[in-house]
């Protein structure tokens, strides 16, 4: 039997949760549900779980065995195994989930996002069942989760909607045929399911023919279901999405927008609430249809209309999500809703908390970041253990920040489920504010042992194009061309850094010391990693003098020096500043304040290196070396590590299963050939010859599982 009961062990009662309020008291005291079970896992499960205590309301949670010690199990009254890992035969196993409801005596499941969310077939058990599904019913979702029929009936309700194929595409060369009479670029993507799965922009035949394929295989992975829809891909546009609520009474409101521009492979990085690109009427014009598109169906629930709107703001409709958005949290911050608590309340046959859509408002501005585990060049997901984990807390005011997460400090990091970390979400005022919290917020989080998109986010969120608002779907790929590899440093940075790590260096040296009254100057010289056009990375060096302001060093705590920094690249002209250094022993956390300038800023010591340090500056991990200038002339003399040669070889870039491969010793391949395909947490990636020449030997075959930079292939030499 898959089906087995958690044991309710001690750890259970020593975990807890702080207490956060972000859409004020619970607003329901009417009866709904006693018991409800939670058919998903991670941060989504711990959030429903979150809304469940409030109300009232006991909590079921099924788990696979990657998953058996996961914080939501523990935080759920009971909970269920219900397989192995792969989601196939644990999260979409819907009998053996089934089970869990029959044995539990679950009277309602919440599917949160991904996996059975948009399964009408499901919905469909739990109405013969006799079991409510707090979302919509199964013909809402049948007709709204398929993007081709939800298209149409789009349409009908008076919905703009972009130019393509409504139709169900039968093959790659009919995919061409429909992309040549639309006009490339087009989009090609999976007719059922979301979250940047089974999506591909593609520019030319040859581009459609591969996208194809990858999205319906990607399709078929994520949802079951391979069907592929092409429509015309619209350039700059920008990601823009209403939520509604509903409920079964004829009840339905929206709630001002998200904006979802910044993304990667189609995937949402950033969100923000309200958007800077609507006005008032384009705003009301757009909740109006969205509305429109609900009542045409009988929906009830909680649901998203994504729209894609471009720079005159003409907007179209992309497709309607009928669940729960992963980016929610903006949308109660800035209304006050607890959209859980208002799916739970649709579900048990409840009005929502108000029916009256002038009583929506809009109160500050909210940004969600998402912290994925994976390298933020490549995009490839990360595995690992937690080794450090701690979250931010709030900042300027209470509750401004707001993380959403499932994971605690020893969580893995697995390969078999999507890679998101946390939902870090911040709150101001205005706009200004929730990027200053987020910046804030994100030098504050401690993450190790795996590999993390925090520099990404840091980068994006303090970017001036960002901060102005002028972005698109593109913003990436245009401000990373050739992929994001790091904080590239200013005059400014370079500066901040230079001089933090030179007081840092003389402050370790003085806990170190037994004399920490006798030093009060010294000098260092910094060599900083400092990017280049071309990607690659030289050393900038900086020699810095230090004095103390104080008598002695305060080994705990704050001091302030003067510091002159002098560099060697001609380019930064010297400067001398003031500086306050605050860093506790034993924490990671450094907050380095020059009053003159008015700013301050959180550095991350990470780890000591043979000449110098580790430290996270701007998101980004710097190794910098802090040398006396005498060891910087010997330094000059000593020779440098010749790098390994992986020209003719083929890694994997990350931990994964093969999917296929397409080559065989002895084939002579072109630069850029596809040689295999990887998939990890459920996303395929393509790899390619690094060069053209003979394969020389193939280590895998379709269905093996790799680790990140095993060798797959290797070429013969030139």
Same mark, same amino acid.
């Given at each position: ?132 599904? *707090? #979302? ?5 979702? +049948?007709?709204? $989760? ?6 149409? @009936? /789009?349409?009908? &309700? ?23 009479? *639309? #006009? ?5 993507? +999976?007719?059922? $399911? ?6 591909? @922009? /593609?520019?030319? &035949? ?513």
């Amino acid at each position: 039997m898959y089906l087995k009961r958690f044991p309710l062990i001690r750890s259970r009662l020593l975990h807890t949760t702080a207490p956060a309020r972000y859409f004020g008291p619970c607003k329901t005291t009417e009866p709904t549900f006693d018991k409800i079970l939670i058919a998903n896992r991670g941060e989504i499960a711990c959030r429903v779980i979150r809304t469940a205590k409030r109300m009232g309301i006991k909590t079921v949670a099924v788990y696979s065995d990657a998953d058996a010690n996961s914080l939501f199990v523990r935080e759920a009254d009971e909970a269920f195994r219900v397989g192995p890992a792969p989601t196939s035969q644990s999260y979409l196993n819907v009998e053996a989930i089934m089970d869990a409801i029959k044995t539990s005596g679950a009277q309602a499941v919440h599917p949160g996002y991904g996996f059975l969310s948009e399964n009408a077939g499901f919905v469909k058990r739990l109405d013969a069942a006799g079991v409510s599904f *707090i #979302g919509p019913k199964e013909y809402a979702m +049948a007709a709204m $989760g398929d993007k081709i029929q939800s298209k149409i @009936i /789009a349409k009908e &309700a008076g919905v703009n909607t972009i130019p393509g194929y409504d139709g169900v595409v039968r093959d790659a060369e009919h995919a061409v045929e429909i992309a040549e009479d *639309i #006009g490339y670029p087009v989009m090609l993507k +999976a007719s059922a $399911g979301g979250g940047g799965k089974g999506m591909r @922009i /593609a520019h030319s &035949a040859s581009e459609v023919h591969e996208g194809f394929k990858l999205a319906s295989d990607e399709a078929q992975s994520s949802f079951g279901d391979n069907r592929i829809l092409v429509e015309k891909f619209i350039e700059e546009p920008r990601h823009i999405e209403i939520q509604i609520i509903a409920d079964g009474q004829g009840n339905v409101l929206w709630l001002p927008e998200r904006e979802c521009s910044i993304q990667r492979r189609n995937q949402k990085v950033i969100e923000e609430a309200p958007s800077t690109h609507l006005d008032a009427d384009t705003r009301r014009k757009m909740g109006e249809q969205a509305v429109a598109l609900a009542r045409n169906v009988g929906y009830n629930s909680a649901g998203t209309v994504e729209f894609l709107v471009d720079k005159h703001r003409n907007f179209y409709f992309l497709e309607m999500n009928t669940r729960l958005q992963v980016e929610h949290p903006i949308t109660e911050y800035i209304t006050g809703f607890d959209l859980v608590e208002e799916m739970i309340r649709s579900a048990a046959g409840l009005p929502l908390t108000t029916t009256d859509q002038s009583a929506v408002k809009i109160n500050g501005w909210a940004i969600e970041s998402r912290v994925y585990a994976e390298d933020p060049e490549k995009y490839l997901p990360s595995i690992g253990t937690l080794s450090k984990y701690q979250e931010p807390r709030s900042w300027r005011v209470e509750n401004d920040v707001r993380c959403d997460s499932g994971i605690s400090e020893g969580s893995e990091i697995s390969m078999f489920y999507d890679p998101m970390i946390c939902k870090l979400s911040t709150h101001g005022a205005t706009r200004a504010d929730a990027i200053a919290t987020m910046n804030h917020a994100l030098d504050r989080y401690l993450i190790k042992g795996v590999t993390h998109n925090i520099p990404l986010l840091r980068d994006v969120v303090s970017n001036n194009d960002f901060g102005s608002g002028r972005i698109t779907t593109a913003f990436l790929a245009e401000h990373y061309p050739g992929g994001f590899k790091g904080h590239r440093l200013t005059s400014e940075t370079a500066g901040q850094l230079a001089t933090a790590s030179a007081a840092m260096q003389f402050i370790r040296q003085a806990r170190e010391s037994s004399d920490h009254v006798a030093a009060r100057v010294a000098e260092y010289v910094l060599l900083l990693p400092q990017l280049q056009d071309d990607g690659s990375v030289h050393k900038l060096e900086a020699r810095v003098s230090l004095a103390l302001d104080s008598a002695a060093v305060n080994l705990q705590g704050t001091n302030s020096f003067t510091a002159t920094t002098v560099y060697d690249n001609g380019e930064y002209p010297p400067t001398t500043s003031k500086l306050d250094i605050s860093w506790d022993v034993d924490m990671p956390f450094v907050e380095l304040c020059q009053p003159s300038q008015g700013n301050a800023l959180t550095l991350q010591y990470l780890d000591p290196l043979p000449l110098g340090f580790r430290v996270q500056f701007m998101g980004t991990k710097f190794d910098i070396d802090v040398l006396l200038p005498r060891q910087r002339e010997l330094l000059r003399f000593m020779k440098e590590k010749e790098r390994l040669d992986t020209s003719k070889l083929v890694l994997s870039p990350m931990p994964g299963t093969i999917v296929s491969v397409a080559i065989a010793p002895g084939d002579v391949v072109a630069e850029g050939a596809e040689v295999a395909v990887v998939e990890a947490m459920k996303m395929q990636n393509v790899l390619r010859a690094p060069r053209a020449g003979t394969i020389k030997a193939v280590h895998v075959q379709p269905g093996a599982t790799v680790g990140g930079d095993d060798i797959l292939i290797e070429l013969e030499d030139e």
